[in-house]
């Protein structure tokens, strides 16, 4: 298990690297650091977490809104 979790700038930077603004950063550490104390990751690398969480983060904002027409009676 995880114990050691990043510091606030370590995630900042790495953060830059991935292309993750500061407060996506934030919800990223807010999510892992719940994950590590309720013991539901076993996730060994933060830094790949944190790719995979920027990786998901860019599919969902890529994707378009569903366009629907007014219901019409």
Known sequence: ???NLP???ELLLEAAKTGLSETEADLFLSNYKWRVETGRTTTVS???AMAVWAAVTRACK???PV???PYDR
Do not use: L
Request: no cysteine; charged share 40%.
């Open 1 to 3: 298990m995880i114990t």
């Open 7 to 9: 510091t606030r700038d």
């Open 46 to 48: 933060w830094r790949r």
């Open 62 to 64: 890529a994707q378009q």
């Open 67 to 69: 366009k629907t027409e």
